[in-house]
């Protein structure tokens, strides 16, 4: 019983994937939704069962699994693209399939439960720029997050653009654009972490899918607390996490609240045992 209310975690994470597996597979009639989240779900509680062994790599265990079956499985293997421009394709042809489904459970509606746990275990952009050498921020932030919006615009002009102009074969171009998308993704991913000395620049400043991201994660269920009367202001959470997040305010307006990815290295390197 004991070990059972341990793995309670893993094996909650596990049922809710598989209740999405099970419901999408007979709702649309299609195995690889079975697959694919029961895939996802395995993979993740994976990783939360490596946490409570303490294991050091869990999350980049995750992000490896499921980073590398979406970017090479799902995206070069099968062709979808499931960068923005695929999301907006997608909603165009009034389609719910693929990237639509994608952004609903990961990007829209499932950070309402799990906040950004997908920029922290999934993203395969971050899955590269997580190996670059500056984990922890060495600079104050910078105020530049207006970019994001830019590159936001422009994801929807394109594909507006492609569907005015009537185009055809768009599929094709879809799936170009998700090649050039990603390549540019890690160029500039890559440059702006040398330049910033700050590996998750381009998801503070550059990355679109925040936009959706950050106002659905500040009603997250799940969330890093602080205990108040536990902690002894050491400051050293805020000095390891990634994102800037100064998680011992326990309040939903704290600063940079929205950009938690649920990396856990705060509560890993707290010495009160505090969150
Ligand atoms: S902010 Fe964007 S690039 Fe960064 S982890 Fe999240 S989705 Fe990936
Ligand atoms: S690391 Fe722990 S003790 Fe130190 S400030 Fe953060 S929550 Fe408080
Ligand atoms: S270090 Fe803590 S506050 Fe910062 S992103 Fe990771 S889990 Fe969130």
Not at 222 to 232: A, E, F, S, T
Not at 256 to 266: A, D, Q, R, S, V
Request: hydrophobic share 50%.
């Amino acid at each position: 019983m004991k070990q059972l209310k341990k793995y309670l975690h893993p094996i909650i994470f596990l049922v809710i994937f598989e209740t999405v597996a099970v419901t999408l597979w007979l709702t649309k009639n299609n195995l690889f939704y079975l697959f694919n989240f029961s895939y996802i779900g395995l993979s993740i509680s994976f990783g939360i069962f490596l946490f409570i062994r303490k294991y050091e790599h869990a999350r980049r265990v995750v992000q490896l699994l499921v980073g590398l079956y979406m970017l090479v499985y799902l995206g070069l293997i099968c062709q979808e693209n499931m960068q923005i421009e695929g999301f907006w394709f997608y909603l165009f042809t009034g389609v719910f399939e693929a990237a639509t489904i994608h952004y609903a459970v990961a990007k829209i509606f499932g950070p309402l439960i799990f906040g950004r746990g997908w920029c922290g275990y999934a993203c395969w952009t971050a899955m590269v720029l997580d190996f670059l050498p500056y984990k922890n921020p060495s600079h104050e932030r910078k105020n530049i997050g207006w970019i994001r919006y830019i590159t936001f615009a422009a994801s929807l002009v394109f594909v507006s653009a492609l569907f005015l102009a009537k185009i055809g074969n768009i599929e094709k171009i879809m799936f170009r654009a998700f090649i050039i998308g990603n390549v540019l993704y890690y160029i500039a991913g890559i440059a702006l972490a040398f330049a910033f000395r700050d590996n998750r620049a381009f998801c503070k400043y550059i990355c679109p899918i925040t936009v959706f991201l950050k106002p659905m994660s500040y009603f997250s269920l799940i969330r890093v607390k602080c205990k108040k009367d536990r902690c002894i202001e050491c400051g050293k959470c805020k000095r390891v996490c990634p994102m800037d997040v100064d998680v011992t305010d326990n309040s939903r307006m704290r600063k940079n609240g929205t950009e938690c990815i649920l990396c856990m290295e705060c509560v890993k390197n707290c010495p009160k045992d505090a969150l």
